[in-house]
């Protein structure tokens, strides 16, 4: 059979059983909540990345498909016939200013559903222009795609809640920026695209109803025990509680790895409590509250140590969306929502003196909050104070594969070290104990913003994908110690002191 005829077969093969088990839920809601797009062709696309490990856990039958048919699927959606493509609206605060936005660039292929019953975002991140696309052209660059596949398959590595990258195809098209750059499309694997934004889009709707229609679907999407539990008084503040409660988890496992998102827009924050929107974000190396890596972040909004007052300040907006449900009177509604956002900073606090205790192999169960907060607080300024790096300095006091790094032989280290065993010699925690614990939580390898950018150059100029694959192989198990992989714990030196990030566009 030629060719050509074999590939009609089989594209004709791949829409009768179609890839995905797709439902679309989102489209049920009122009509203003999104558009219906068509993704843009691409003609010549080719699959660069796959991750085989995601299509097994969301049950695809990959196997049969060609690659190339497989390259089309993950360019455009071509040949699935479930698939009801849509770009969804919402708004957002960019930098703390208001603004309607909307997928401009990314389209929702339909809500997969795995045999387990979990439903999955299956969104085509680069997929062409949308009603929202205002001045930009829907595309997305190789560079920054590679980099979000990259970045967000570390996090998940890592155990941290994030949306996923099941594939990234290069469309063999240019995008024009500040350069001319090679195209691609990344599809992206999301618990949901619901973001703090789309509420502040849907109070802002003529319809009064629209928010308390968004809200139940989000508690029916990614809060369905509460409406379970009899408990819950009222279960729209249950639910801002519960979204508070898991951002406060998310953002103290950021800052449990160094991890800077970079550009914490109310838009990029998702109800789910997933991280998602890798842009400009990166690990920082030097143990600084300030880092910044974003080329436009200049006031340090989105700094390391700034996350938590800005998520906080992310669910004050969310908050004031939610305040026609809290209470039938405003005034009685503002009080609740200023009753449950003051309780952010002590439960904050909690959650990350729990992650702070995990590093340093002290936490017990029952323990009080603030127990060890000194030997926290010393540990942290000795690194501050000797410009240390963040994930080595935790990793050496529990791995010695590790170099020592050079502030092991300072005094006040030294007088430190004594501290801390004495502390966990007081909680009866044996050293073995504690450094098995700690090696499970401090992590051997993290993507360093400088074995990322020289994946990416090369995947950039040369179409060479063996450093973007082989980096992702490296950071699959970043937990393991592995003396082959030493060269990826390197810090940066000096080479990387300017190093900056830019928006994924
Ligand atoms: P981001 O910085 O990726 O969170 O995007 C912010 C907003 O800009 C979102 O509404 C995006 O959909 C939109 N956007 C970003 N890049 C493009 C592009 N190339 N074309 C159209 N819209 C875009
Ligand atoms: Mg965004």
Same mark, same amino acid.
């Given at each position: 059979?030629?060719?050509?005829?074999?590939?009609?077969?089989?594209?004709?093969?791949?829409?009768?059983?179609?890839?995905?088990?797709?439902?679309?839920?989102?489209?049920?809601?009122?009509?203003?909540?999104?558009?219906?797009?068509?993704?843009?062709?691409?003609?010549?696309?080719?699959?660069?990345?796959?991750?085989?490990?995601?299509?097994?856990?969301?049950?695809?039958?990959?196997?049969?498909?060609?690659?190339?048919?497989?390259?089309?699927?993950?360019?455009?959606?071509?040949?699935?016939?479930?698939?009801?493509?849509?770009?969804?609206?919402?708004?957002?605060?960019?930098?703390?200013?208001?603004?309607?936005?909307?997928?401009?660039?990314?389209?929702?292929?339909?809500?997969?559903?795995?045999?387990?019953?979990?439903?999955?975002?299956?969104?085509?991140?680069?997929?062409?222009?949308?009603?929202?696309?205002?001045?930009?052209?829907?595309?997305?660059?190789?560079?920054?795609? *590679?980099?979000?596949?990259?970045?967000?398959?570390? =996090?998940?590595?890592?155990?941290?809640?994030?949306?996923?990258?099941?594939?990234?195809?290069?469309?063999?098209?240019?995008?024009?920026?500040?350069?001319?750059?090679?195209?691609?499309?990344?599809?992206?694997?999301?618990?949901?695209?619901?973001?703090?934004?789309?509420?502040?889009?849907?109070?802002? *709707?003529?319809?009064?109803?629209?928010?308390?229609?968004?809200?139940?679907?989000?508690?029916?999407?990614?809060?369905?025990?509460?409406?379970?539990?009899?408990?819950?008084?009222?279960?729209?503040?249950?639910?801002?509680?519960?979204?508070?409660?898991?951002?406060?988890?998310?953002?103290?496992?950021?800052?449990?790895?160094?991890?800077?998102?970079?550009?914490?827009?109310?838009?990029?924050?998702?109800?789910?409590?997933?991280?998602?929107?890798?842009?400009?974000?990166?690990?920082?190396?030097?143990?600084?509250?300030?880092?910044?890596?974003?080329?436009?972040?200049?006031?340090?909004?989105?700094?390391?140590?700034?996350?938590?007052?800005?998520?906080?300040?992310?669910?004050?907006?969310?908050?004031?969306?939610?305040?026609?449900?809290?209470?039938?009177?405003?005034?009685?509604?503002?009080?609740?929502?200023?009753?449950?956002?003051?309780?952010?900073?002590?439960?904050?606090?909690?959650?990350?003196?729990?992650?702070? &205790?995990?590093?340093?192999?002290?936490?017990?169960?029952?323990?009080?909050?603030?127990?060890?907060?000194?030997?926290?607080?010393?540990?942290?300024?000795?690194?501050?104070?000797?410009?240390?790096?963040?994930?080595?300095?935790?990793?050496? *006091?529990?791995?010695?594969? =590790?170099?020592?790094?050079?502030?092991?032989?300072?005094?006040?280290?030294?007088?430190?070290?004594?501290?801390?065993? &004495?502390?966990?010699?007081?909680?009866?925690?044996?050293?073995?104990?504690? =450094?098995?614990?700690?090696?499970?939580?401090?992590?051997?390898?993290?993507?360093?913003?400088?074995?990322?950018?020289?994946?990416?150059?090369?995947?950039?100029?040369?179409?060479?994908?063996?450093?973007?694959?082989?980096?992702?192989?490296?950071?699959?198990?970043?937990?393991?110690? &592995?003396?082959?992989?030493?060269?990826?714990?390197?810090?940066?030196?000096?080479?990387?002191? &300017?190093?900056?990030?830019?928006?994924?566009?």
């Amino acid at each position: 059979m030629p060719k050509e005829q074999a590939d009609q077969q089989l594209h004709q093969q791949t829409q009768n059983t179609p890839l995905f088990n797709f439902e679309h839920s989102y489209s049920e809601l009122p009509a203003n909540f999104y558009s219906h797009v068509k993704p843009a062709q691409v003609e010549d696309p080719k699959l660069v990345l796959f991750n085989k490990m995601l299509a097994t856990q969301l049950e695809l039958e990959t196997k049969d498909i060609p690659e190339h048919i497989l390259a089309q699927i993950m360019a455009s959606g071509e040949s699935l016939t479930n698939s009801k493509p849509i770009a969804q609206a919402y708004a957002g605060h960019q930098f703390g200013h208001f603004t309607m936005l909307g997928d401009g660039r990314a389209i929702l292929l339909g809500e997969h559903i795995a045999n387990t019953g979990q439903r999955y975002d299956i969104q085509l991140k680069g997929g062409g222009r949308t009603p929202y696309s205002r001045g930009g052209d829907g595309k997305a660059a190789l560079g920054p795609m *590679l980099r979000e596949y990259i970045i967000s398959e570390a =996090m998940h590595a890592l155990g941290i809640p994030t949306t996923r990258g099941l594939a990234v195809v290069a469309t063999n098209e240019p995008v024009f920026r500040e350069n001319t750059f090679p195209g691609a499309v990344l599809t992206r694997v999301a618990a949901s695209h619901i973001r703090v934004g789309t509420f502040e889009y849907a109070v802002r *709707l003529p319809e009064p109803e629209a928010i308390r229609i968004l809200t139940d679907y989000t508690i029916e999407r990614h809060y369905r025990q509460l409406a379970e539990d009899i408990h819950s008084e009222n279960i729209y503040v249950a639910f801002f509680e519960n979204v508070m409660l898991r951002q406060i988890k998310l953002i103290t496992q950021w800052i449990s790895v160094g991890f800077i998102h970079g550009v914490m827009n109310t838009d990029n924050m998702a109800l789910s409590g997933e991280t998602i929107d890798y842009g400009p974000c990166a690990f920082m190396d030097v143990y600084d509250p300030s880092t910044v890596f974003s080329s436009i972040d200049r006031d340090g909004r989105y700094a390391f140590g700034n996350q938590p007052a800005i998520a906080h300040w992310n669910l004050t907006r969310l908050a004031e969306t939610l305040l026609p449900l809290f209470h039938e009177e405003q005034n009685a509604s503002v009080e609740i929502a200023r009753a449950s956002l003051a309780r952010f900073p002590e439960l904050f606090e909690r959650e990350l003196d729990i992650q702070m &205790n995990k590093k340093l192999g002290l936490h017990k169960p029952n323990m009080k909050t603030g127990d060890n907060k000194e030997i926290i607080q010393n540990f942290l300024k000795i690194l501050f104070d000797s410009r240390a790096d963040y994930t080595n300095a935790f990793r050496a *006091l529990c791995d010695s594969t =590790m170099e020592q790094p050079d502030f092991f032989n300072n005094d006040d280290f030294r007088q430190w070290r004594v501290n801390w065993n &004495n502390r966990l010699q007081q909680l009866s925690i044996s050293q073995a104990a504690a =450094m098995q614990s700690m090696q499970s939580v401090n992590p051997f390898v993290i993507p360093r913003n400088q074995r990322v950018e020289e994946a990416l150059l090369a995947a950039n100029e040369k179409a060479d994908y063996s450093k973007v694959n082989h980096l992702l192989q490296v950071l699959d198990k970043p937990y393991a110690t &592995n003396p082959k992989h030493l060269e990826f714990t390197r810090e940066p030196g000096d080479t990387m002191q &300017n190093y900056k990030t830019f928006c994924g566009t």
